[in-house]
């Protein structure tokens, strides 16, 4: 471990969790993108199409891509926001919600495993560590200062 920068441990991690996803996604024909953003809809009230990217933390033309992807597939449908003639509702079809079912017990399952194998005070500090790393980027404390590269 003494060699691993955190990144490092961040990037291999999830690139990990990434395909391991992608590979349960494929069994049923769809894509982790395509899962996380069915798990990101409201299924009840749709979700506005301008909170959809921030809520995924997607840029929107990545997100555009899938949410035509996901129309194609009739998985979603847009519709007039009641509330917001300016914007779309994305909302689930019958089929969007059964898909939306799977990926949720994809990822309730996955969060099982690593329960089921990892104590309650080291899934915390995981937590913990994960929440300080976020406020850190969030509130601008990584690279706030210039890095002197002058040679003393």
């Given at each position: 471990?003494?060699?691993?920068?955190?990144?490092?441990?961040?990037?291999?991690?999830?690139?990990?969790?990434?395909?391991?996803?992608?590979?349960?996604?494929?069994?049923?024909?769809?894509?982790?993108?395509?899962?996380?953003?069915?798990?990101?809809?409201?299924?009840e009230k749709?979700?506005?199409?301008?909170?959809?990217?921030?809520?995924?933390?997607?840029?929107?033309?990545?997100?555009?891509?899938?949410?035509?992807?996901?129309?194609?597939?009739?998985?979603?449908?847009?519709?007039?926001?009641?509330?917001?003639g300016r914007?779309?509702?994305?909302?689930?079809?019958?089929?969007?919600?059964?898909?939306?079912?799977?990926?949720?017990?994809?990822?309730?399952?996955?969060?099982?495993?690593?329960?089921?194998?990892?104590?309650?005070?080291?899934?915390?500090?995981?937590?913990?560590?994960?929440?300080?790393?976020?406020?850190?980027?969030?509130?601008?404390?990584?690279?706030?200062?210039?890095?002197?590269?002058?040679?003393?």
């Amino acid at each position: 471990m003494k060699d691993k920068t955190i990144d490092y441990a961040l990037r291999a991690t999830w690139q990990a969790v990434a395909r391991m996803y992608n590979e349960e996604a494929a069994k049923f024909e769809t894509t982790m993108a395509t899962g996380f953003t069915l798990l990101s809809i409201d299924p009840e009230k749709g979700t506005p199409s301008t909170s959809l990217g921030p809520r995924m933390g997607m840029e929107s033309t990545s997100l555009s891509r899938i949410l035509k992807n996901m129309e194609e597939k009739g998985l979603i449908r847009r519709k007039p926001n009641p509330e917001d003639g300016r914007s779309v509702l994305i909302c689930l079809t019958a089929f969007g919600k059964e898909k939306r079912e799977i990926s949720k017990a994809v990822v309730l399952r996955f969060n099982e495993v690593v329960k089921s194998n990892v104590s309650e005070t080291d899934l915390n500090g995981f937590f913990n560590v994960m929440e300080t790393i976020n406020e850190l980027i969030t509130e601008k404390k990584v690279y706030t200062q210039e890095v002197n590269t002058e040679k003393s």
